[in-house]
């Protein structure tokens, strides 16, 4: 919990499909942001792992698409929203394992089908609204508590 | 483990974070999939990783990884040298496979992350 109150703040970062030299430095500028107001640690490193894992996706599978950070009312919203292909099924991208990454992608290291079941495991709540065609919209929040919500075992 | 531990174990040279030396890692972690090393715990940890590219940095400063070591001898691009510079995460490259550097880490006392993964 920052020692002056939590801020309120709107943040809007742009995301470029297919730019593999800058994928993740969003989610470094997120992850800096709320280390700077002073969130604690464990909760920076889930919200970091929720906009890196949204960031991947759209970089790998998306259009181009903004990530916007929102602080209000002791939540933690990240809103991703890109104009790309849009997800099919989406009941099946949030199963672990399903994937439809190129094998180029999976050299990356990404691409094995844990992005949104890992976001789903660090948010409070994630929120999906995609089509075919009508690109994808992820509404993800974390509450803001006194502990950061330690999952670590 | 201190990094001094590690870089001796390993035969490992150091690239970025030579005045780091004697700070601790709490476990250790290996994996070449980014996906799974962002599923945790990664908190304080070593990182080994076959992997050699810009996204093993990212991944480990998002996740919060203690320090990275490049299995296999690789050697890390100017680029990602300059980014783990930048977010002071040392960066070290052993000469000694995947399996071999664990193994060697292990026998020392270092352990693993000791999650069981929830089926």
């Known amino acids: 919990m920052p020692a002056h109150g939590i801020p309120q703040l709107k943040r809007s970062f742009k995301i470029e499909a297919r730019d593999f030299l800058r994928a993740g430095e969003v989610s470094l500028q ?9 969130f604690d640690e464990e909760l920076v490193r889930r919200v970091a792992i929720c906009a890196y894992e949204a960031e991947m996706n759209v970089v790998l599978h998306g259009g181009n698409g903004v990530l916007t950070l929102t602080i209000h ?29 190129t094998p180029e992608q999976r050299e990356m290291g990404f691409g094995a089908g844990m992005g949104l079941p890992n976001i789903k495991k660090n948010a409070d709540s994630l929120e999906v609204e995609s089509g075919k065609g009508a690109g994808t ?11 950061g919500g330690d999952m670590s075992v | ?40 715990p990664t908190r304080g940890v070593l990182l080994l990783t076959g992997l050699n590219n810009i996204q093993v940095i990212r991944t480990a400063v998002i996740s919060g990884v203690k320090a990275v070591v490049l ?15 930048d977010h002071k995460l ?14 060697r ?15």
């Open chain 1, 73 to 101: 009312s002791g939540n933690i919203d990240l809103h991703v929203v890109d104009d790309g292909p849009g997800i099919e099924n989406i009941e099946l991208a949030l199963k672990e394992g399903y994937s439809t990454a």
């Open chain 2, 71 to 85: 299995v296999r001898g690789k050697t890390p691009s100017s680029e990602m040298i300059n980014h783990a510079n």
């Open chain 1, 137 to 147: 919209h992820l509404k993800v929040m974390l509450k803001v508590t006194k502990n």
């Open chain 2, 1 to 40: 483990m201190k990094l001094a531990d590690i870089k001796e174990t390993l035969h490992a040279e150091v690239i970025v974070g030579h005045e780091d030396l004697d700070e601790s890692v709490t476990a250790g972690t290996g994996s070449d999939l980014m996906s799974d090393i962002l599923r945790g």
């Open chain 2, 105 to 119: 880490l292990f026998s020392k006392g270092l352990r693993g992350v000791e999650q069981k993964v929830p089926r």
């Open chain 2, 90 to 103: 040392p960066l070290l490259s052993t000469p000694f496979t995947m399996y071999s550097s664990c193994g």
């Open chain 1, 30 to 38: 997120v992850q800096r942001t709320l280390k700077n107001i002073g």
